[in-house]
Nanobody
Framework: QLQASGGGLVQSGGSLRLSCAAS????????MDWYRQAPGKQRELVAL???????KYAESVKGRFTISRDNAKNTVYLQMNSLKPEDTAVYYC?????????WGQGTQVTVSS
């Protein structure tokens, strides 16, 4: 089970940190992702972190967003800086285990201009 939190309303240029807490004892073995879905658009991959700590980002967020994980807390984070109105979306954490996708419930991020 994945529980996302940390969304909210922020002005353009502001920052937010999203958190996703995972249940279970195998968190450290899983790659974790953040996706987002804006109204009328497809869900898109924002950032991922491997179990070894390697990271990858969508071009649109490179240099502004940072994904990290704390295996002791079974939590993955998404630090979002220099937010833009086009970052407005519902953000979902995600992982995959043995071919099954697991999604958090989504947290709304709204960036006002």
């Amino acid at each position: 089970q994945l529980q996302a939190s940390g969304g909210g309303l922020v002005q353009s240029g502001g920052s937010l940190r999203l958190s996703c807490a995972a249940s279970g004892s195998i968190f450290s073995m899983l790659a974790m992702d953040w996706y987002r879905q804006a109204p009328g658009k497809q869900r898109e991959l924002v950032a991922l972190i491997t179990r070894g700590g390697g990271t990858k980002y969508a071009e649109s967020v490179k240099g502004r967003f940072t994904i990290s994980r704390d295996n002791a807390k079974n939590t993955v984070y998404l630090q979002m800086n220099s937010l833009k109105p086009e970052d407005t979306a519902v953000y979902y954490c995600h992982t995959e285990l043995m071919g099954i996708d697991y999604w958090g419930q989504g947290t709304q991020v709204t960036v006002s201009s």
